[in-house]
């Protein structure tokens, strides 16, 4: 049953690549775009607890508008060596889903200006890391980072699954520097009608300026898959149109020890 | 009272024949004793007590679950943590001691002690102030690093094979890589933690400070 769901969705990607740039019924792939991210967090250490503040800001589509923006508080609990787990509440504006493909009058199609819709989210983080020190130069770290969100305005669920590989170069016993390769899966739990509504290999840098300053470059090629939306399912739509994108993003993180 | 007195006095006189007699300087005593702590004076290795004279040449080790404090009659005292092999290489107005391994804390008084250090097998502490900490750190180099921090007052570090040296402020501390290369003091987080306390009337002795959190916990580095 999920084989034949899942070939039948891959034909329908085929077909929408073929035909849907001239259907303006369905969603059209703008072609690889190049948009902007940005973080600012605060880590505080408190020994097996550490709480965290996080401001995220997106700038998307064509003409790089800054539209989703979120607030993300919660933290991390250290449940064993090589595990920590996380609950986070997140307020956001500007998230698009798949239902905000909307048709507002007839043979008019587009996407909801989300920007001041706000929207509240829940989300549970379980994250192992294991020392790779087997690996030439030691200071690795495979980890991978599962979290589920729970997204209290519409009620969908999802399922990030990340596997990465970090390796940090130290100086003094420090760290300095570390270069992150991660490649991100987000399962839809309960909507859209692909098994991945989005997938990303994800490099990242981080600058360890001093122990309070840390500075993060990453880089993206992120495919967010579009799942028809009730308004396209009601005109007798079906689709699933991948939109891609380099991400290019940058962080400041401020981790503070008590 | 008057009997008291003479036998007291009578003790001690005993006590300082012994001393003499077995040839050992009566510099100091144990203080504080927990779990194992053995006082190696050759060729004798006897457990330490509480009372028990210490002097030049003497080594007190101490084990895995070990805690020993001893006081210098001129005017310092040196805790022992865990795991620790210390030396008493010269007493008096002059003290040197060697730190073979673990950690050690001490306290001078500089207005009694005219000099104070502690070695390594690479390094040399030697104390301009009164509270300092050393210990050996993890062998990632050829020797082992070695970590200085400084509560009160300040310590003159010197590399024995370069001759490098640096002052620790007080309030910093140090990582001598692999016991050779210095780097800049700084204030740790992870010795706020330390237990600097040597009276036992005063609250525990024990340091059970973690000294691996002098190390980046590489799985701890989660930024996302």
């Given at each position: ?7 039948l969705?891959?034909a329908i ?7 849907g740039?001239?259907?303006n ?33 997106r700038f998307e ?20 060596k090589?595990?920590?787990a ?32 706000t929207e ?23 980890a ?12 969908q ?6 596997p990465?590989?970090?390796y ?6 420090e ?7 991660n ?43 579009w ?31 008590f | ?15 300082l024949?012994v001393?003499?007699a ?28 509480i ?28 805790k ?8 008493l ?10 730190l ?29 102030g ?50 050779t ?40 580095q989660?930024?996302?």
């Open positions: 049953m999920k084989t034949t769901h899942v070939l969705m891959a990607v085929l077909v929408v690549a073929a035909f740039a001239s259907a019924h369905i969603p059209t792939d703008p072609g690889e775009l190049i948009e902007l991210e940005s973080r600012t967090s605060l880590l505080m250490d408190l020994g097996r607890f550490d709480p965290l503040v996080e401001l995220e800001g589509d064509t003409n790089l508008e800054f539209r989703y923006r979120s607030l993300t508080a919660g933290a991390y609990v250290r449940l064993l090589n595990l920590k996380g609950a986070f509440y997140r307020i956001q504006q500007g998230a698009r889903h798949d239902n905000d493909w909307i048709e507002p009058s007839p043979g008019w199609w587009e996407w909801v200006d989300s920007r001041n819709r509240q989210v829940l989300i549970l983080d379980a994250s192992p890391r294991f020392l790779f020190d087997f690996l030439p130069g030691k200071n690795w770290v495979f991978v980072k599962n979290r589920y969100e729970y997204n209290l305005y519409n009620g669920q999802s399922l990030l699954v990340r990465g590989l970090t940090f170069l130290l100086r003094s016993r760290p300095l520097l570390n270069f992150s390769l490649y991100g899966f987000y399962i839809p739990l309960n909507f859209g009608d692909t098994f991945l509504y989005e997938h990303e290999p994800y490099l990242s840098v981080l600058y360890h300026l001093n122990r309070n300053v840390k500075l993060e470059l990453t880089a993206a090629y992120r495919t967010v898959v799942s028809t939306s009730d308004d396209s399912w009601a005109n007798g739509d079906a689709y699933a149109v991948p939109n891609r994108s380099f991400v290019v993003g940058f962080g400041a993180l401020f981790p503070v020890s | 009272m008057k009997t008291r007195i003479i036998t007291s006095l009578l003790s001690v006189v005993l006590w024949l001393a003499a077995q040839g050992t300087a009566i510099d100091g005593d144990v203080v504080y004793t927990y779990g194992q702590v053995l006082v190696h004076r050759n060729p004798e290795v006897v457990p330490a007590e009372g028990m004279p210490v002097g030049e040449g003497d080594v007190i080790e101490t084990a895995g679950d070990g805690v020993a404090v001893i006081s210098l009659v001129d005017g310092a005292e040196i022992l943590r865990e795991n620790t092999t210390l030396s290489d010269s007493l008096g107005r002059n003290v040197s001691v060697r073979s391994s673990g950690s050690v804390f001490s306290r001078v008084n500089r207005q009694l002690i005219s000099g104070f250090s502690v070695k390594t097998e690479t390094a040399v502490m030697g104390v301009r009164t509270e300092f900490f050393v210990a050996y750190g993890r062998q990632i180099d050829r020797h082992r690093d070695v970590w200085v921090c400084v509560n009160t007052g300040s310590v003159e570090v010197a590399i024995l094979q370069s001759r490098d040296t640096l002052i620790v402020e007080e309030g910093k501390g140090i990582n001598i890589l692999g016991g290369n210095l780097t800049s003091p700084q204030r740790y987080p992870w010795t706020r933690k330390l237990n600097w306390n040597m009276d036992p009337a005063a609250g525990a002795v024990e340091d059970r400070t973690d000294l691996e959190q002098a190390y980046s916990d590489l799985l701890d989660d930024y996302d």
